[in-house]
């Protein structure tokens, strides 16, 4: 399938030719999408969809829903009805696109999401995710909220699963929380930028983001794992942490990254001061400014050893049970 926006395809909408997908479609579907900027609220709920835009660029998938927006009856969107769009399937993958959510600052819209990434199996190469708070969701949902009845959302009632996916060569975008969820995650050679967020007139800001907010189970091994990935931004010096957990065992590890000087040297930021005691922190071959130092990083995070660094082999934190191993080679 081919969507253009000029007419020159089969569709001009990305949502026409998902929908255009029969029910019983036994392979893969792929989606071929020329450049141009489509704005529209996307949702993938078939399996083995794979979207190739032409340029990461020039092909913009776009929309710009927030939390602080209402319903014609008065509730707010919240968090997860905000998204640009929406996948809540397995064996999905994207290449060579942007993602974005528009509606702006986090200060003034609340969270704004770009991508709700709802799927096993999932893959994401040379895609560029851009929004400012909570960009990147990685689901699943933690099992039940801390200060209301439900999350809200299309995807509130979905089973708790552990959910693997990739993100190779990807530009990742945003301030607070942008990188959050439950899942398994590997970002390999990704760019992680790290956005100023807006300054009261006269005041200051001395936390300008959190990268990621890891809401790992306690019984699921590994978390968040970013390997040979460049944090960069133009937040200031010294004001973004690598991350907090938004539950208790989040879990997030860096290995041989390079860190800009908007990292904080401390690095990490209990959320909750229980969490010093749960939260599963790692670092291992940082380098840059912002790299870390035993002596100037949290006292409960840890700093691997090459040892302890090199239990992880990349194809082993994604193949679970069915053995998946999406990665090429040189990421093994």
Known sequence: MIVAKDGSGDFTTIQEA???IPENAQGWTVIQIKNGEYKEKLEILKPRVKLVGESVE???LTFDDYAKKTF???REYG???SQSFLIGVDDFEAENLTIANTAGSGDKVG???AVYADGDRLVFRNCRFTASQDTLFTAPLPPKPVERAT???PRDA???RNLRQLYDRCYIA????FIFGCATAVFTDCEIFSKKRLVPEGGEKTIHGYITAASTDEDVPYGYVFSNCRLTGDAPEHTVYLGRPWRDYGHTVFLNCWMGAHIKPEGWHYWKPEREETARYEEFGSTGPGAGKRESRVPWAKILTEEEAGKYDLNRVLSGQDGWSPLKEEHA
């Open 18 to 20: 998902v929908n255009a």
């Open 58 to 60: 020039g092909t913009v």
């Open 72 to 74: 014609p009856d008065g």
């Open 79 to 81: 968090t997860f009805n």
């Open 111 to 113: 969270q704004a999401v």
């Open 151 to 153: 999350f809200g959302g």
């Open 158 to 160: 979905a089973p708790r």
């Open 174 to 177: 945003g301030d607070v929380d």
